[in-house]
């Protein structure tokens, strides 16, 4: 049986997430906490946070993420995100093992990802031997990441 408030929240998001491409990015978070206040879903908040992050608020950005994770563990793109955010802080090894269990979630699309910002992490530590690991790791799983491809091509140049 369809829930009404389920269906709205998720017309809510969708159009939130236009409105967040389209850099209307206060529009977007009104109607994503609206969808949130219909029924709460960890995407909801999980993209809540990277309207946020657009702003430059990586706090709350975090804050939202920690909210997806609380209502669904098993989702793998808010620790992704907040290990990214927590790059960006220039907070390294805080990141970490928010990337470790984005590799490790049961329902994520984008393995590459957590993969390749953990080689960021270990290339900014001169780790470079992990870096190199990782973002093979990132191409394993998805050839075509050019983000994986350029991090291992600079990084060849620079060790040779």
Known sequence: MADPRFDMALELFRKAYQLQMQGELELAISLYKRSIELHATAEAYTFLGWTYRF???????????????????????????????????????????????????????????????????YFAKELYTRARECWQKALEIDPDYTHAQEALTKLHRMVQ
């Open 55 to 121: 702003q430059g608020k990586l706090d709350q950005a975090i804050g939202e993420c920690k909210k997806a994770i609380a209502l669904d563990p098993g989702f793998g793109n808010p620790y992704n995100d907040i290990g990214a955010y927590l790059i960006e802080k220039g907070k390294l090894e805080d990141a970490i093992p928010w990337l470790e269990q984005a590799t490790r979630a049961p329902r994520y699309e984008a393995y590459h990802y957590p993969w390749f910002n953990l080689g960021r992490v």
